[in-house]
Nanobody, 119 residues
Framework: QVQLAEFGGGLVQAGGSLRLSCAASGNIFRINGMGWYRQAPGKQRELVATITSGGHTNYVDSVKGRFTISRDNNKNTVYLQMNSLKPEDTAVYYC?????????????WGQGTQVTVSS
């Protein structure tokens, strides 16, 4: 079983920055993909960014050029650096890791961290 702990959410003014982190712990075999989703009030959860074990990244168009996803494989941690934040970035942000254990990847989710951007 893999546990995820998220850190770094908070309240920031538009144009500001935040850095989210998500650390995986437990009986980990091998982590493949990692990423971040977000869910704003009244909206569906949407993909924000993903990163493969090889470092290939993917972003939703609305955050390209502003957000950067990275990972530290030694620490089983994924990060999301968020710059030039906008009020529409306000949401609960959830991290995920995809663990491989001799079969299809198993996805685990963090508990979510609130990001609020004031105008």
């Amino acid at each position: 079983q893999v546990q995820l702990a998220e850190f770094g959410g908070g309240l920031v003014q538009a144009g500001g920055s935040l850095r989210l982190s998500c650390a995986a712990s437990g009986n980990i075999f091998r982590i493949n993909g990692m990423g971040w989703y977000r869910q704003a009030p009244g909206k569906q959860r949407e993909l924000v960014a993903t990163i493969t074990s090889g470092g290939h990244t993917n972003y939703v168009d609305s955050v390209k050029g502003r957000f950067t996803i990275s990972r530290d494989n030694n620490k089983n941690t994924v990060y999301l650096q968020m710059n030039s934040l906008k009020p529409e970035d306000t949401a609960v942000y959830y991290c995920h890791v995809d663990e491989w254990r001799l079969g299809p990847d198993m996805r685990y989710w963090g508990q979510g961290t609130q990001v609020t951007v004031s105008s």
